[in-house]
């Protein structure tokens, strides 16, 4: 009898808690957005600036993307300078797209494409565009 009791006991709580959820289910985040498959590691496997190849002078670049929304780029040269950058970010996939914010800045950001696994990034210095292309 005891240990039916205890049972109920942890059914009534385990209800408890579920009706405790407000709202319908289409209110409700969606996979994606509770899995957040995007986040992880990125290796730069692409790297130019105005067409020619600087991967070659880089060890690694790395694009590291947090669940908590917080991004790090982080990069070693080939001579063994090291560098990283804290970003803000926000991604939505079903959209292809994910935005980058630099922390302390005003400004929406800048938005760039990230589909089938892939982010790619571009900026324009001095007139020449660097791109670079981060994968899996």
């Not at 009791?5 to 957005?33: H, I, P």
């Not at 670049?61 to 001579?79: H, K």
């Not at 005003?106 to 565009?129: D, I």
Request: aromatic share 12%; hydrophobic share 40%.
């Amino acid at each position: 009898m005891r240990k039916y009791l205890c049972a109920l006991g942890a059914l009534l709580f385990a209800a408890a808690l579920l009706t405790g959820c407000e709202g319908d289910v289409s209110e409700m985040s969606t996979l994606s957005e509770l899995s957040r498959p995007y986040v992880g590691e990125y290796r730069c496997d692409t790297l130019t600036l105005a067409g020619e190849d600087m991967l070659s002078a880089f060890e690694y670049v790395r694009l590291e993307l947090a669940y908590d929304g917080e991004a790090t780029l982080s990069w070693q040269s080939a001579e063994g300078g090291r560098g990283e950058y804290a970003l803000r970010y926000e991604a939505d996939p079903e959209a292809g797209r994910i935005t980058f914010h630099v922390p302390g800045q005003a400004g929406a950001g800048r938005t760039f494409p990230m589909e089938k696994g892939n982010v790619r990034l571009w900026q324009n210095l001095g007139g020449r565009c660097l791109y670079a292309r981060f994968g899996r």
